[in-house]
């Protein structure tokens, strides 16, 4: 949850409290693309269940593993510090923050290329196809903006 910020213009003393805006614009942009990934690796495991056998253990398991995939590098991309901007004490550096956001995004253009495959070989219908590329570029562009929210201010999203 944000920190509240004194309201230096509350002349009553009354201790008014405000929410940083920025920081609640940053963090929505957050939840949104983690939603979005998790929206998509719902699907991708529902309309996999019913794929033929003879595609469980090649493209079934690379598409299944690049969903999952995805959602792990998204948290290590929240979790890492980006040390280019400031330092924190202790602070451990994983590796960059832009860094990882750029290999979900790279993730995302696999998930969409094995799921036109997939369609080519009769695995996904033309409808399955087209809704999980609708998902997947509505999780591209909410990534997109944070990769774009992280740029801007600095430091990234974590507010913890």
Known sequence: MDKP???KANKSGAGHYVFDDDKRKEKQKEIEVFTKAKKLCEYVFQ?????PKEYRW????????ASLELVQILYEANDTYDDRY?????EIHVGSREKKQREADTKLKLIGW???LGNEM????????EYLGKLTLETRQCLWKWIKGVKE????LDTT
Request: hydrophobic residues 30%; glycine residues 6%.
């Open 153 to 156: 201010k600095g430091a990234g």
């Open 86 to 90: 400031e330092k924190k004490p202790n």
């Open 47 to 51: 309309i996999t269940k019913k794929a």
């Open 5 to 7: 910020t004194e309201d």
């Open 114 to 116: 094995l799921s036109m």
């Open 122 to 129: 009769q695995v996904f219908n033309n409808h399955q196809t």
């Open 58 to 65: 090649n493209l079934i398991d690379k598409i299944l593993n």
